[in-house]
């Protein structure tokens, strides 16, 4: 069974920094590319950040280029995401993501989310 815990939001003030853990279970952790996306109130779901299962390849979504790092700990199963001089507009709920593909099918699995509010 696919399971990915979401922990490390919180309130901060702009910016601060925070770092965002996902707890990945139930599969080949180490070969799993791993995403993390965010959602704010009235908006679509948008990409923050990807890495491949070995780590070699990162990719950023343009509003987090340069303040934002995606990380990989594959002997804890763990993705991480340092969000670095946060601005108000990255308030959002954020996401782990990873794609699983059996006998030809992708299938996408979600964590819960965790909150990130950015103010003063």
């Known amino acids: 069974q696919v399971q990915l815990v979401e922990s490390g939001g919180g309130l901060v003030q702009p910016g601060g920094s925070l770092r965002l853990s996902c707890a990945a279970s139930?599969?080949?952790?180490?070969?799993?590319?791993m995403s993390w996306y965010r959602q704010a109130p009235g908006k679509e779901r948008e990409l923050v950040a990807t890495i491949t299962g070995a780590g070699g390849n990162t990719n950023y979504g343009d509003p987090v280029k340069g303040r934002f790092t995606i990380s990989r700990d594959n002997a804890k199963n763990t993705v991480y995401l340092q969000m670095n001089s946060l601005k108000r507009e990255d308030t959002a709920v954020y996401y782990c993501?990873?794609?699983?593909?059996?006998?030809?099918?992708?299938?996408?699995?979600w964590g819960q989310g965790t909150q990130v509010t950015v103010s003063s």
């Open positions: 993501k990873t794609r699983i593909t059996r006998s030809l099918v992708p299938y996408d699995y």
């Open positions: 139930g599969f080949t952790f180490s070969s799993s590319t």
